[in-house]
């Protein structure tokens, strides 16, 4: 809401309203006047119309204290109704504006009335008309007062609760004059229920009808403070359009719509949009608090709290203000006691025990267009607008909403609505950003309808842009595929028939030779006419038709001059002139003479480069009709689609062209298309009829498939034995050489049961024994390959028994780190692998540990000291006593430490291995090696043997599975040599000083001393 300006404010009206008659225990207002009732038994009148005010007392004449108990005004402010409550018991009275005395309704003598429904629509300054009162034992009576008659002329008891009696607290009705009579419309309330009537005719009558049927009610349980139960109706007009039922559970309230019941003479539900709103969301902590009264106003609600009124708007049920009121000292300790509302002038009021306070309404509807755009009831919110910007936001965000869900069609209609906010070029670049052409033709021509005349150059640019996107969709239909074109061959008709709905209504204002161009250049040559006899260009037309409609006679009478003139035209249709040039197609013409429609058709084909199936199509018959069929060999041949990507070789139908080829007899055509279609074996079986080198041409095209090649061969080879005439010898000698021609493909006894059975076997002694060389020298080859085989397996089963016996000599005096190299008899170095010690004699001797790939015992020992990472201990490898380092994970025999030896002859202690290893490699390398190492550590003394081979306790598996750990941790650790693999080849690329090495670097610094300030300078001399 805009807090700028409030939308209720206060006023104190009176101070001392009651002049000394007493407090005020009830107030009531209509058509500005103020009827106030005292705890003295006095109802004062305030008419602020004419400035009068005078005092009524009702209790005279009665003994003890008399209070008022409610007062009730009639709209007009003519009519009122009192309730009187003292030790005598309860009195109604009636008094009007110009008596003086009132007048008692003895018939309601003892009955307290604490809700009074008035006649709206025909009350009048002389009569109450019918008049429906509520009383506190559940009961319901109708009166009506003349004001001449200076008494009431009836007061008739209509109707009271049997099912749950409960007091009447509060009575509307409404009216609606009907050709069978009057409707009444009556809501009544009590405590803990809503109760509608309806009816034609009679009051009296209305109510006695729900003697026989059920009363449609509303039940609300819940405490009210002071049982300040209320009903309210808004009135707009003379016509009550909402209300609202101040429960105990709520604000029970909804919409009336009295027009609804007009059809159904017994329908009782006249309220609509019904809602409840919950005390909960007026209190601002966790405790409830309940009104204790309420007044209704268009789109609000007065709801008094305490001392102030909270306005909480009905629709958004949100809290919008809060009104003060100033008290007086001696009205404070009870505060404000209740609100009412004067429907006829628009006022609302509130009253403590001595003043009046008026609240005035300020436009409360001018920020209700933004409450519902936040509830997304839009048409509403455009009700409320108040002028073109509000309105422009409002379709703003109906707009959003549709593009962000892709209704595109319905965003661009919003859109086309807005007028300041949201400038054209904004519009039109969201739907180009998303490629959506058809909802911005849709926006185009929305907005072309919102433009007026003075806008002439927008309208001409609007108007050509949208001619634009209407050829372009027309296009995109036309390039939809086959069964997409079927799809949408009913939106096709519809755009076009929508196009030159357009052109037609925006002739006037499109630029003629701008439009003629675009219809033009998009090939519309229908619209382009329909547009140029729009504009009243009849030599277009005229042109047109000339072309088209009156071509089939045109070509008759001179077919040279008409193609001359075909060819000679730009942008011409060639598919709307097949019916002219198939009708001269048909007539007879000499051998010699020049055909003139396959000529056109070539410079469409060949020149124009035109893609028409039909063009295609036609041009192909033509061929097959002529003699010579060299021009429908070469038209088969020529493949028009080679320049396109991804597009095909011909444009003509296949199927219809092996079908017309086959009905002309033109088999080498029907062969072609078989070829073009795959279907190699009919092209092979059509070509054998024809010409066999055809037959074996077509049968050489088949490359990729060598299995069909061969089917294809032999279906010519079995035509060639079979056809041919000559001797007996003359054919064989023919096939003979058909082999030769076949490239070694097929071979003698392939076509030797195409053969009659009792030819002689001298007759293909030559082509037998040249088959059976081959298959000899096929068979040598194999053997070969078999002993080549046998050879290379022997060598495998040596190179794995050699295995079996592989060793490596340890020297005693070799250092962890330095190279043992093994040289053979021929002083070349020895190549052995990775060895891993499992044990060492006592006496520290030089020992020889099995290896996996020895070649020769027979070797020596070279030492060579290798400079390798500072986690190398340099310790001797066959160390003995306790002067070792112990790997975890492995077993030690005697005083000896596990090692390793590599085929380089670098041996290492496996403790010292792992830790270089661990410390050089990759983070996650390093891990699994740990972890390995871990697991080994774990499994403990499981898998151990003792020195004499006995086991210990632990079980098989444990040991089983020690060593495929230790197998692990070997491939991970000793795969290559740390000093000559790649683990150091990767090292020559690491910085000489890491970056976890800074306190080295640091150690390295040369920091200036202030000894240096005290050296003095000495000159040398010269």
């Not at 929305?446 to 634009?468: F, G, P, V, Y």
């Not at 519809?494 to 630029?511: G, H, N, R, T, W």
């Not at 009156?550 to 942008?571: Q, R």
């Not at 197609?585 to 055909?595: C, D, I, L, V």
Request: net charge negative.
């Amino acid at each position: 809401m805009d807090h700028a300006r409030q939308v209720f404010t206060v006023d104190l009206l009176e101070r001392y309203a009651t002049k000394g008659r007493g407090v005020i225990t009830a107030m009531a207002a209509g058509n500005d006047v103020i009827v106030l009732g005292t705890s003295k038994g006095w109802v004062i009148r305030h008419d602020f119309g004419v400035g009068d005010s005078y005092d009524i007392d009702l209790c005279a004449g009665r003994p003890g204290e008399q209070s008022i108990h409610r007062v009730f005004v009639d709209p007009g402010g003519s009519h009122c109704i009192a309730t009187v409550v003292g030790a005598g018991g309860a009195e109604t009275y009636y008094t009007h504006a110009k008596w003086s005395k009132p007048r008692v309704l003895g018939r309601l003598k003892g009955l307290v009335v604490n809700a009074v429904a008035w006649n709206r629509q025909q009350i009048t300054e002389a009569s109450t008309k019918e008049v429906v009162l509520g009383t506190d034992n559940g009961q319901l009576y109708e009166i009506a007062v003349d004001e001449k008659d200076k008494r009431e002329k009836y007061i008739k008891f209509i109707y009271e609760l049997k099912e749950l009696p409960e007091a009447f607290m509060g009575l509307q009705m409404e009216t609606a004059s009907l050709g069978s009579g009057t409707r009444y419309y009556v809501m009544a309330v009590t405590p803990t229920r809503l109760y509608s009537f309806t009816g034609i005719g009679l009051l009296e009558t209305v109510f006695a009808s729900y003697l026989e049927r059920a009363v449609r009610f509303m039940e609300l349980p819940g405490e009210v403070p002071n049982r300040q139960v209320e009903l309210h109706f808004f009135i707009k007009q003379r016509r009550a359009t909402h209300f609202a039922w101040l429960s105990g559970a709520g604000i029970y309230h909804g919409g009336l719509n009295f027009g609804s019941q007009h059809s159904n003479p017994n329908g009782d539900n006249f309220v609509e949009n019904k809602a409840l709103l919950d005390y909960s969301k007026l209190s601002e902590g966790s405790e409830v608090v309940k009104p204790t009264s309420m007044a209704v106003s268009e789109f609000h609600f007065l709801l008094l709290i305490g001392n102030k009124v909270k306005v909480v708007n009905r629709i958004s049920e949100h809290i919008i203000e809060d009104l003060h009121f100033d008290l007086t000292s001696e009205s404070a300790s009870r505060g404000i006691i209740g609100l009412c509302s004067d429907a006829t002038a628009g006022l609302f009021y509130a009253y403590d025990q001595n003043s009046v306070f008026q609240v005035s309404v300020n436009d409360e509807g001018r920020d209700m267009w933004k409450v519902y755009l936040d509830m997304k009831e839009y048409a509403a919110s455009l009700a409320n607008c108040r002028d073109p910007f509000q309105r422009d936001q409002v379709y703003l965000v109906q707009a959003d909403a549709a593009f962000s869900s892709r209704d595109f069609q319905r965003a661009a209609s919003f859109y086309a609505k807005i007028n300041y906010i949201l400038s054209f070029e904004e519009v039109t670049l969201k739907f180009i950003s998303v490629g959506e052409q058809d909802a911005l033709r849709t926006f185009l021509l929305h907005r072309l309808d919102n433009l007026t005349k003075e806008d002439k150059c927008q309208i001409t640019m609007i108007s050509t842009w949208a001619t634009e996107l209407y050829l372009d969709k027309i296009n995109r239909l036309l390039l939809e595929e086959d069964s997409a074109v079927e799809n949408h061959g009913v939106e096709y008709q519809s755009i076009i028939q929508e196009f030159c709905a357009f052109l037609s209504d925006s002739k006037d204002v499109l630029d003629e030779a701008t439009t003629m161009k675009l219809l033009e250049s998009y090939g519309r040559v229908e619209e382009l006419v329909y547009f140029a006899s729009l504009k009243e260009q009849h030599e277009i037309v005229i042109h047109h038709y000339i072309q088209y409609k009156f071509a089939p006679d045109l070509i008759a009478l001179d077919a040279y001059e008409t193609v001359e003139s075909w060819m000679g035209t730009k942008n011409l249709n060639p598919r709307k002139l097949i019916p002219a040039m198939m009708r001269y197609s048909s007539e007879p013409h000499a051998k010699n003479e020049t055909h003139e429609v396959i000529k056109y058709l070539e410079f469409c084909v060949h020149r124009l480069h035109n893609e028409d199936p039909g063009i295609h199509n036609l041009l192909l018959s033509l061929y097959a009709k002529q003699e010579d069929d060299s021009a429908l060999l070469r038209f088969l041949q020529c493949k028009f689609g080679k320049g396109r990507e991804n597009g095909p070789d011909f444009f003509y139908d296949p199927k219809y062209a092996l079908r017309l080829c086959l009905k002309e007899k033109r088999m080498r055509a029907c062969v072609h298309i078989y070829s073009m279609m795959s279907m190699h074996e009919e092209a092979v079986a059509l070509a054998l009829q024809v010409d066999p080198e055809l037959a074996m041409a077509e049968a050489d095209k088949v490359e990729d498939d060598e299995d069909l090649r061969k089917k294809l061969w032999l279906m010519v080879a079995k035509h060639v034995i079979e056809q041919e005439k000559g001797t007996k010898r003359e054919n064989i000698r023919k096939a003979i050489a058909f082999l030769k021609e076949t490239d070694g493909l097929l071979k003698i006894e392939d076509i030797l049961p195409f053969f009659p059975d009792f030819a002689l076997i001298d007759d293909f002694k030559e082509a037998i024994c040249s088959s059976l060389e081959d298959y000899n020298k096929q068979i040598e080859e194999l053997k070969q390959e078999m002993n080549d085989a046998t050879h290379g397996a022997d060598n495998i089963r040596n190179d794995i028994n050699a295995l079996a016996q592989r060793y490596a000599v340890i020297d005693k005096d070799e250092d962890c780190g330095g190279i043992n190299v093994e040289a053979g008899a021929d002083g070349s170095a020895e190549e052995s692998s990775m060895t891993d010690h499992r044990g060492a004699d006592a006496a520290g001797n030089s020992k020889k540990v099995r290896d996996f790939s020895s070649k020769d015992e027979s070797s020596r020992m070279v030492s060579v000291t290798c400079s390798g990472n500072e986690l190398v201990c340099r310790r001797k490898i066959l160390n003995v006593g306790g002067d070792y380092r112990m790997s975890r994970g492995y077993t030690s025999v005697g005083p000896i430490a596990p090692f390793y030896v590599f085929p380089c002859g670098h041996a290492f202690h496996s403790e010292c291995l792992i830790a270089h290893v661990t410390r050089c490699t990759t983070e996650s390398q390093a891990e699994h090696i740990l972890d390995l190492q871990k697991q080994l550590t774990l499994l403990g003394d499981g898998a151990r043997k003792d020195l004499n081979g006995s086991m210990f306790e632990d079980s098989v598996s444990s040991t089983t599975n020690a060593d495929k750990l230790r197998s692990q941790l070997d491939d991970a650790v000793a795969g290559e040599c740390p000093f000559c693999g790649e683990l150091m080849i990767r090292e020559i690329s690491l910085p000489f000083i890491l970056a976890d090495e800074s306190r080295e670097v640091n150690s390295w610094t040369i920091k200036p001393t202030n000894n240096l300030l005290n050296l003095r300078s000495i000159s040398l001399p010269s």
